[in-house]
């Protein structure tokens, strides 16, 4: 298994600031996963990282907005940029622990309230 | 492109009754499909998880679901609900379980269970 640690747990934020968040992850892994849950709604991936590479987007997000760093094998940070209320979410990291078992491990997510 | 669907966004049952949790899933290639299940303020934790050998795949806690091409379905069931099942349930699909594989995750259910 992982053990990740998520930073800051939670934070209310101002509308047009910045809030990076960080991603600690017990072990060292290939590839993190970026995922946002919005209110009552389900996980929509934001962003895969690979350690030495430029963060991959999925469609609908984009690198100016959800700046993604991964200076090595076990941290990873999501910033999310001059931020709306609608921005207002959990943002979930997680990993494939690999071993080709398909299993995520997920971080308790980092609940942004954007005011 | 995968997609996962969940009829019912809210499920409710008595406690001791049959848990089924309904998921279909769209898949281009033989997907692998997971189950997780998400307790209020945590992250999500794998329940069970279907990677092409037996179609009946037992997970925690006492749930077990079974996967049907046919019907393009894998379903949550347990026979007994348990107050501590109360949570988010969501049903996720995968091409491939390696490091680099995206999970796509359903829109997700929410049990409750009566005392």
């Known amino acids: 298994s992982a053990v990740i640690s998520q930073k800051p747990s939670r934070d209310i934020c101002q509308r047009g600031t910045s809030l990076t968040i960080q991603c600690q992850v017990d072990?060292?892994?290939?590839?993190m996963f970026w995922y946002r849950q919005q209110p009552g709604q389900s996980l929509t991936l934001i962003a895969t990282?690979?350690?030495?590479?430029?963060?991959?987007?999925e469609s609908g997000f984009v690198i100016d907005k959800f700046p993604i760093s991964r200076p090595n094998l076990t941290f990873s940070t999501l910033t999310v940029s001059n931020m709306s209320p609608e921005d207002s979410s959990i943002y979930l990291c997680?990993?494939?622990?690999?071993?080709?078992?398909?299993?995520?491990?997920f971080g308790e997510g980092s609940r942004l309230t954007v005011l | 492109a995968q997609s996962v669907t969940q009829l019912g966004s809210h499920v409710s049952v008595s406690e001791g009754a049959l848990v089924l949790l309904r998921c279909n899933y769209s898949?281009?290639?033989?997907?692998?499909l997971f189950w997780y299940v998400q307790y209020p303020n945590q992250g999500l934790q794998l329940l069970l998880k279907?990677?092409?050998?037996?179609?009946l795949v037992k997970g925690i806690n006492g749930f077990e679901a079974e996967f049907k091409k046919s019907e393009t379905s894998f379903h949550l069931t347990k026979p007994s609900a348990h107050m501590s099942d109360a949570a988010e349930y969501f049903c996720?699909?995968?091409?491939?379980?390696?490091?680099?594989?995206?999970?796509?995750f359903g829109p997700g259910t929410s049990l409750s269970v009566i005392p």
């Open positions: 997680s990993v494939d622990h690999g071993g080709g078992t398909g299993e995520l491990f």
């Open positions: 072990s060292q892994v290939t590839m």
């Open positions: 990282a690979n350690q030495g590479s430029e963060a991959t987007y």
């Open positions: 898949s281009s290639v033989p997907p692998y």
């Open positions: 279907y990677t092409s050998a037996a179609t």
């Open positions: 996720a699909v995968s091409d491939g379980i390696t490091s680099y594989d995206k999970v796509i």
